[in-house]
């Protein structure tokens, strides 16, 4: 029988480990790859159709892909040089087209590089577009969709999303501590075009000088908050945030925007301010290095469609034989098949683990302790539908609320029985979704 309570129980989630070890890393940026790989898969929704051909030469920030939909982004050359071709490289979302650029070392700027004009939402909104900027928490959805709801005049909140609740990565806090005043100036932005009332900057309270930071830098601007979150896993999830942020609780099926409120990742706010300034789409990415396989963690800026092998070999190359890398945090993030791939918008880390860190310790029979139950931030009973799938069971697995589940990992993590639950969460979901539902 589903014993679904609540949607979000805030409170709950898992008591990770931060291991934060690259907090006080200033970003570096890493000099220009000699070929770049970029994807025209870089965001939920349609890819972008790549518009140059072998032997175009190309400047920082031409367009090389146009939006494929409503629901895709533009992509722009990070660098200058020469494309050596369009070719298909495998990515955890399947096979992509990539535009291959031989770089020249020049990094010439585009002509078509220049301050946008905006003078209301619909031309903000226009220019976000142009830009490329999709959430760059990981999430990878068009900003410039999100910032256009059908029910804008029912929003009055912009959400900051400053959590950064995933082991290791620090990418969000060096935004805060770098480019502050970049986060503050792309929110007014965005409070001023979409006619907002409020803005709420969520972090975690282990970084109590981001906190100290924002707090000071938002001193006295009308509508400001800084929310200090509990340092409890997942706070970075879209609806724990709203809820911690503003007690508000988005329903099942709805997005942010039913509750009065846009969720925008603090890079993503950050990005916006300096777009407006100086019109350079989105072309670099800071990504986070780390893991005991790697020589030297750092934060480092990147060319977006650098191979993950170069940002490496930065960082001082292996320290050890690689067991995995993982794109993202070990919660959430994925594993990759290998250190070719490039580097795409969303990505915020990446993690190389030796091979006794990557594997994974056996599971044992489960002991019914509901660890698993306590820990979901969505109220789920992962027990009892890793039992109705073993049956087949798709009206329970509705009533159960399956679909809900955000992959978070929780479960997985305070398991005793060391039992993946999460992959039988998604293997659930995934059953549910074929069975039409
Ligand atoms: S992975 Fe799904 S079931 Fe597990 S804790 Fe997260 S939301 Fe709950
Ligand atoms: S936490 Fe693990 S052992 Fe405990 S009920 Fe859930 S799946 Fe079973």
Redesign the pocket.
């Known amino acids: 029988m589903a014993v679904f309570k609540k949607l979000v129980r805030s409170a709950e989630g898992a008591h990770v480990p931060h291991y934060k070890n690259t907090e006080n890393c200033e970003t570096v940026k890493m000099p220009v790859p000699k070929r770049v790989f970029v994807s025209m898969s870089q965001h939920i929704g349609a890819p972008a159709k790549a518009c140059v051909k072998k032997g175009d030469v190309v400047a920082v920030g031409d367009v090389i892909g146009t939006a494929g939909g409503f629901i895709s982004a533009p992509v722009h050359s990070p660098v200058s040089g020469k494309v050596f071709g369009l070719d298909e490289i495998r990515l955890s979302n399947g096979k992509v087209q990539v535009v291959v650029i031989d770089t020249d070392g020049l990094q010439t700027v585009s002509e078509n590089v220049k301050a946008p004009e905006v003078t209301d939402h619909a031309s903000f909104v226009q220019a976000i577009k142009d830009s490329g900027l999709v959430g760059l928490g990981g999430a990878g959805f068009p900003t410039g969709v999100k910032l256009a709801p059908q029910n804008l005049d029912e929003v009055d909140t912009l959400v900051i999303n400053a959590a950064e609740c995933e082991p290791f990565i620090t990418a969000d806090y060096r935004e805060m501590m770098e480019c502050g005043e970049d986060v503050v100036e792309g929110a007014k932005l965005v409070k001023q075009y979409l006619n907002l009332s409020k803005v709420i900057i969520g972090i975690e309270a282990n970084k109590p000088q981001a906190i100290a930071k924002m707090t000071e830098l938002t001193k006295g601007l009308e509508g400001f908050v800084v929310s200090t979150l509990p340092s409890v896993y997942p706070q970075g999830a879209e609806k724990v945030l709203i809820e911690q942020t503003t007690g508000k609780e988005v329903p099942k099926g709805a997005l942010p925007a039913a509750v009065g409120c846009i969720v925008m990742n603090v890079a993503s706010v950050g990005f916006v301010a300096r777009y407006m300034k100086t019109g350079m789409p989105l072309v670099t990415k800071r990504v986070t290095v780390d893991g005991d396989a790697v020589a030297e963690a750092k934060n480092v800026e990147v060319v977006i469609g650098t191979p993950i092998k170069d940002i490496i070999e930065f960082c001082g190359g292996y320290s050890q034989e690689a067991g995995k890398i993982i794109s993202g945090g070990p919660m959430m993030g994925q594993a990759l098949t290998g250190d070719d791939i490039p580097v795409v918008k969303q990505n915020n880390a990446f993690l190389v683990f030796g091979k006794e860190k990557a594997t994974l310790p056996d599971a044992t029979a489960?002991?019914?302790?509901?660890?698993?139950?306590s820990a979901c931030p969505m109220g789920l009973a992962?027990?009892e539908i890793?039992l109705s799938l073993e049956v087949k069971d798709v009206e329970e697995l509705k009533a159960l609320h399956t679909d809900l589940c955000m992959e978070c990992g929780s479960?997985s993590f305070?398991?005793?029985?060391k039992?993946p639950?999460a992959q039988t969460m998604k293997e659930a979901k995934d059953f549910l979704r074929k069975a039409g539902n």
């Open positions: 489960c002991i019914r302790c509901a660890r698993c139950v992962p027990v890793a479960c305070v398991c005793p029985a039992r639950v």
